[in-house]
Each structure stands twice: as structure tokens, then as C-alpha cells.
Nanobody, 119 residues
Framework: QVQLVESGGGLVQAGGSLRLSCAASGRIFSIGVMEWYRQAPGNQRQLVATITSGGSTNYADSVKGRFTISRDNAKNTVDLQMNSLKPEDTARYYC?????????????WGQGTQVTVSS
């Protein structure tokens, strides 16, 4: 069974930092793009950061210069380092990956991890 499991969320004061991690497990042949999304109550899920298999990255304007996405292809993990956090960063953060399982590519989501930033 293929899973994406996030960790590292929590409560932090404005200006603080958190590091989210996501690990993909199961019979994975290849991993394509990996991304972090977030969703606050009443809002649509928003793309936060993207990293390709080659390491190219892209960020939402709201997090540029504060968040850094990285991946370890040997460990099948993707991290999101979040600095200078703001109350508006409060949301549930989800890991997303395109995985090749037994020859077929598919889209996979983690269960999410809550990030709360207090003012």
C-alpha cells in the first residue's frame, strides 16, 4: 500500500519557523513532481510549493523568500522549511506527489498536518 505521511506541524508564534516532512512509502518505482498545498477553513486548497524530480522549484507569491521546498530522492521524502511564519500561514498542509506504482503513474495525497501561527 502506497502512503504519503506528513509530520512536523504544530503551533508556533508569528516570526517563528517550522519544518514539515513528507515520506512516501510502498512499492514505488519512481517519483515525479512533489508539492505542498495548504487549506484554511472556508478556503480552497492552495498550491504552496513545487519541486520537480530534477530539483526545480516554484513557490506561491505569498511564501516566496520565506519557505523552501527540498527533496531527497534516495529517501522518497519532501520537506518544507517555513520561516518568518505569519498568522495567515495557518492552515492544514498537505503533501502531494506523482508516483509510479507497478508501471502506472498516479496522483497521491497525504492526510495533512496542521500548522497554526499565533499573533
Amino acid at each position: 500500500q502506497v502512503q504519503l505521511v506528513e509530520s512536523g506541524g504544530g503551533l508556533v508564534q508569528a516570526g517563528g519557523s517550522l519544518r514539515l516532512s513528507c515520506a512516501a512509502s510502498g512499492r514505488i518505482f519512481s517519483i515525479g513532481v512533489m508539492e505542498w498545498y495548504r487549506q484554511a477553513p472556508g478556503n480552497q486548497r492552495q498550491l504552496v510549493a513545487t519541486i520537480t524530480s530534477g530539483g526545480s522549484t516554484n513557490y506561491a507569491d505569498s511564501v516566496k523568500g520565506r519557505f523552501t521546498i527540498s527533496r531527497d530522492n534516495a529517501k522518497n521524502t519532501v520537506d518544507l522549511q517555513m520561516n518568518s511564519l505569519k498568522p495567515e500561514d495557518t492552515a492544514r498542509y498537505y503533501c502531494y506527489a506523482v508516483l509510479r506504482i507497478s508501471g502506472n503513474w498516479g496522483n497521491y495525497w497525504g492526510q495533512g498536518t496542521q500548522v497554526t501561527v499565533s499573533s
